[in-house]
């Protein structure tokens, strides 16, 4: 809904300005994927690598998101569409504030990665699939929720009886099956160098 009395406020200190103070072009890095499949661990090693490296960052965890900005939110389809919709305007701000973030959110439908997508400039979006069988991710299960949705405990769980909607041309797939944690960071680095994201 829109609001005609409400005017952008244009600020001195720009994005660009922002990005030059901080020897970085920002970006979004959306590691999106099946619950299990790696997104916080991996994103969490890439932040640690960025930040040896002298980069400012911002790691924005699925779980943690619903600790506060989105507490309000269940995980309906409406509710799982809003969530990202949120997390897409605050990763836009963060992008605007010159840094490098990280996000690592199921975000299950290609149209609500799309509209996050279409918040930034083309050379601002990232996009990692995490690309590890549905069989594998209920092998781990790490918090015991695809127990729980098999046994109809929870509603709607992506990849049981809500649909994941696979990434048609992500910049990066990482397996992390077949690779560890530091290969796939490792992996991630190598991107944004061979992009110039990072020197």
Same mark, same amino acid.
């Given at each position: 809904? @829109? ?5 952008? !406020?244009?600020?001195?200190? *720009?994005?660009? @300005? ?7 072009p ?6 999106? /994927?099946? @619950? /299990?499949? /790696? ?13 040896e490296?002298? !980069? !400012? *960052? %911002? ?6 998101v ?5 507490k309000?939110? /269940?995980?309906?389809?409406a &509710? ?13 701000l ?7 973030v990280? *996000? ?15 918040l930034?400039?083309? &050379?601002?979006?990232?996009?990692? %699939? ?14 015991g929720l %695809? ?5 109809? #405990? ?10 994941? #909607? ?14 560890s ?9 190598? %991107?944004?160098? *061979?992009k110039?994201i990072?020197?």
């Amino acid at each position: 809904m @829109s609001n005609n009395n409400i005017i952008w !406020h244009a600020h001195p200190v *720009t994005k660009t @300005s922002r990005a030059k103070h901080k020897h970085q072009p920002p970006c979004i890095l959306w590691f999106t /994927g099946l @619950s /299990g499949s /790696g997104k916080s661990t991996i994103a969490s090693a890439v932040e640690q690598k960025l930040f040896e490296l002298g !980069h !400012h *960052t %911002y790691l924005l965890d699925g779980d943690n998101v619903r600790h506060g900005l989105n507490k309000d939110l /269940g995980f309906s389809d409406a &509710d799982r569409i809003e969530n990202i919709r949120r997390i897409g305007e605050l990763a836009k701000l963060m992008v605007d504030a010159g840094l490098l973030v990280m *996000t690592a959110f199921i975000s299950p439908f290609k149209q609500d990665r799309q509209l996050v997508q279409d918040l930034v400039q083309a &050379d601002e979006w990232v996009e990692i %699939y995490m690309d590890i069988p549905l069989d594998e991710c209920e092998r781990r299960d790490p918090k015991g929720l %695809y127990k729980k949705a098999r046994k109809g #405990e929870i509603k709607q769980f992506t990849g049981i009886d809500s649909a994941y #909607e696979v990434p048609e041309n992500p910049a990066l797939s990482i397996n992390t099956v077949e690779l560890s944690i530091e290969a796939c960071a490792d992996k991630v680095i190598d %991107y944004l160098q *061979t992009k110039k994201i990072i020197q």
